[in-house]
């Protein structure tokens, strides 16, 4: 108990110091994520963390194989199964394109897909909601957890809508006309593009980059939109109002940071879609408070990848990260860099989100043996002790 106290103290100076002089924010390399607590839900099943609501006491996961939303309190002891029937009047169709949002008051949750803007109660009712009145949907691609959050402003949905052109990825016209996010008008139910890549971009260097390496990675909050393109590491911070005017674009300055810079137009075959499982990858950005908080895979260098040409093609990824662990890099709201360490392997450093002050950590799968539970931890932001 003590040591509880201890850590909440802390958290309370470093926030209320953090404005008060540059002396004081010049100590905040000393940031760290702190472990306060553990839920554990019994359920056996690959999840994905869409929401958690710390008020209500509940959960919101999805099973990637059933595809169905699971429902849980925080004892997790008899969580909700909630199937959705492609075929039915009520459904939000084959996937969600991002992760699921619980309502302020906690009582329903909100799905977004290619197919509409849907909203439940916590029995999987429908309570409103339907299909997007467009004669025809962009092609989006998304994924189905908490490091692809959206946004509620005012009716309308902010979101990753990483729109895919009528163009090939091995033209020009591809890159100057891809957009990173999207609009849902929940009320007119219709669908806004917007968002083009930075003039000062890779993504514009006149090469052909894979798919998965653009995906954005957004948060939003004081009127801003603050995201990172894929790969690329820069911070961009624009308005959020159209016509979203670019405040600032800070180059992340991680000198161990490696990643793919593209492929010549004619050696890219525009129909497959591939990862270069080397590459550095920027996996989440979320904000706390005062502070910017991204979690990132630094990359392998170029040097020492050939040390993993005889190991199978699906251990590579998570040997990779065992031997270059996944970080976390902490910036101030203007971007400046602040503090960079490893995330402990128990926490998932891509299924992460920010609620009520803390972080909220999917655990890691376990690779021994097949478990009927799934952990989440909730972690402060607190200083080295």
Known sequence: MKRQIFLLMSLFLVFSCSEKSNENNGKAED?????????????????????????????????QKKRSLIV???????????????????????FPLGAGKF????????????????????????INGGKHQEAEMPAFSGRASADNEFYWI????????????????????????????????????KV?????????????????????????????????IYFIQGIEPALNIHELKEPYNKIKRVDLAIGDYY????????????????????????????????????????????????????VAYMEVIPKTRKDYPIRMLILDMEGKKLADYAIPNEFDARQWLVRDGYIWFLGTENLEEEED????????LGKNS
């Open 103 to 126: 309502s302020e008051d906690g009582k329903s949750f909100t799905i977004i897909s290619n197919q509409g803007v849907y909203t439940y109660d916590l029995e999987g009712n429908l």
């Open 373 to 380: 539970f799934v952990k989440v931890f909730k972690v402060m």
């Open 72 to 94: 849980s309190d925080f004892d997790g002891n008899n969580p909700t199964e909630i199937k959705n029937e492609t075929d039915s009047p009520d459904s939000y169709g084959a």
């Open 31 to 63: 940031l760290t994520l702190v472990k306060s607590d553990s839920l554990q839900i019994s359920y056996l099943g690959l999840l994905n963390l869409m929401d958690v609501h710390p008020k209500s006491g509940r959960i919101l996961l999805f099973d």
């Open 192 to 224: 806004e593009k917007f968002m083009n890549f930075d003039e000062q971009s890779i993504f514009r260097n006149g090469k052909a980059h894979e798919i998965p390496h653009f995906i954005p990675r957004m948060t939003s909050a004081q009127d801003r």
């Open 259 to 310: 990643f793919n810079k593209g492929q010549n137009f004619k050696d890219v075959d525009p129909r497959a879609i591939s990862m270069d499982v080397y590459s550095g990858m920027f996996e989440n950005i979320k904000i706390l408070d005062e502070y910017i908080l991204i979690s990132f895979f630094p990359g392998v260098p170029e040097l020492d990848q050939s040390k993993y040409e005889n």
């Open 154 to 189: 005012g009716d309308k949905i902010l979101t990753n809508g990483a729109g895919r052109t009528e163009y090939f990825r091995d033209t020009p016209e591809f890159y100057e006309n891809y957009t990173s996010f999207a609009w849902f008008d929940t009320l007119d139910r």
